[in-house]
């Protein structure tokens, strides 16, 4: 019975462990953090005979990484990447439940899912299912990446680095080859303080946003559909956050907005910053100040399809084509790295993060028989 089966006990066992990214939440609790997760499957992998290595990102945070080392020279390294965190949920989201063929908890698709499938057929390669001759089969558990990615950017510099990166997220057993990279811009406006009953002896920052508003909302979209990929189709941009003054009585000094803008290969920071600049010129608008948000480079993927092991693996999908999203993952870090990365697992995105989260028993069995059959036909 699939109730029964050792990846949807796997997948059971892993709900059950809370794994909330510590950066998402003001305290921290018994809730929060990865090393539960990572001491999990530790004891698994050594029941197997297999090491664990730890890779220290962040304090009291490691990714951790197992490596099946073939029988002869190494040929190619395949590396599967799930990551260990999810977002925050309330204690009874981290009770498994099933029903009508589906798993509900927090991580349930987002990602513990792809950790079941990957690490089900890596431990089933383990004890000697089809082990290969050539082919290091490497599964690394990262943490972070709900928040910064802080795990797949660590791994990307200082590696292991392979032939393929396998990233484990919710597309509906499709394989993704591209996905949309994140800008978050916040663009501020300055006035002058004047008591609320004589407004005339101040400058409202509010009053000089609001152009910049509607050239963003009106205009600004008109120019991104100018631009478009065959996977990931046109850029977006989605103003997420407004504030401005101080009180109702007080003329407004300040006003910011914060941007997020999902860009398309080839596209920049310093790109779309001219971009927005030129389309204030020419609307005869003053440009706010530019202030960059996110620390860390979040880039478009855009892996070629057309690589040996690209085909493979959607090969082994039963699909003919990849596909893009228009989320930011993992892989994008990985690919930063030098290993060629797509984005795999089973569920659907649209419930991650979700109150009810869950997903398909069927998928995350196939998720499995897939990477097993793909790491199976290899040399």
Avoid at 17 to 34: F, M
Avoid at 126 to 132: D, L, S, V
Wanted: proline letters at 7%; glycine letters at 8%; charged letters at 25%.
């Amino acid at each position: 019975m699939l109730k029964s089966s050792k990846v949807t006990r796997l997948l059971c066992e892993l709900i059950a462990i809370p794994s909330v990214n510590p950066s998402l939440v003001s305290e921290s609790s018994d809730l929060c953090g990865e090393e539960s997760i990572a001491t999990f499957l530790i004891k698994k992998a050594e029941a197997l005979g297999i090491s664990a290595q730890r890779q220290a990102v962040l304090p009291g945070r490691k990714n951790v990484i197992f490596r099946l080392k073939p029988s002869g020279r190494i040929k190619q390294r395949i590396l599967l990447a799930p990551h260990l965190d999810v977002v925050p949920a309330n204690r009874k989201s981290f009770r498994p439940q099933i029903k009508n063929g589906k798993i509900y908890g927090r991580g349930a698709c987002d990602t513990k899912g792809s950790i079941a499938a990957f690490f089900q057929a890596f431990c089933d390669f383990a004890q000697g299912t089809g082990a290969k001759k050539e082919t290091e089969i490497i599964f690394a558990g990262l943490v972070d990446e709900e928040f910064s990615q802080a795990g797949s950017r660590k791994l990307a510099e200082k590696g292991p680095k392979a032939d393929l990166a396998i990233t484990g997220e919710p597309t509906n057993l499709q394989v993704v080859t591209a996905h949309k990279g994140n800008i978050w811009l916040r663009l501020k406006t300055k006035g002058k303080a004047a008591h609320g009953a004589t407004p005339e002896n101040g400058e409202n920052a509010i009053n000089l946003m609001t152009p910049i508003l509607k050239t963003l909302v009106q205009d600004y979209p008109k120019k991104l559909k100018e631009n478009k990929h065959p996977l990931l189709g046109h850029p977006t941009l989605n103003i997420g956050k407004i504030i401005g003054g101080s009180q109702p009585n007080i003329v407004a000094d300040y006003c910011l907005i914060e941007l997020d803008r999902r860009t398309l290969p080839g596209e920049s920071t310093a790109s779309v910053k001219a971009e927005i600049r030129s389309l204030f010129k020419s609307n005869k608008l003053s440009a706010p100040e530019f202030q960059l948000t996110r620390s860390v480079p979040c880039p478009p993927l855009d892996t070629d399809p057309s690589l040996p092991l690209v085909k493979a693996l959607i090969r082994s999908c039963g699909k003919r084509k990849p596909r893009g999203v228009p989320y930011f993952t993992d892989a994008s870090p990985i690919a930063m790295g030098g290993t060629p990365s797509v984005v795999f697992g089973p569920g659907d995105i649209a419930q991650a993060h979700s109150a009810n989260e869950f997903v398909e028993i069927k998928q995350v069995e196939k998720a499995k028989d897939i990477i097993t059959s793909f790491l199976k036909n290899l040399t």
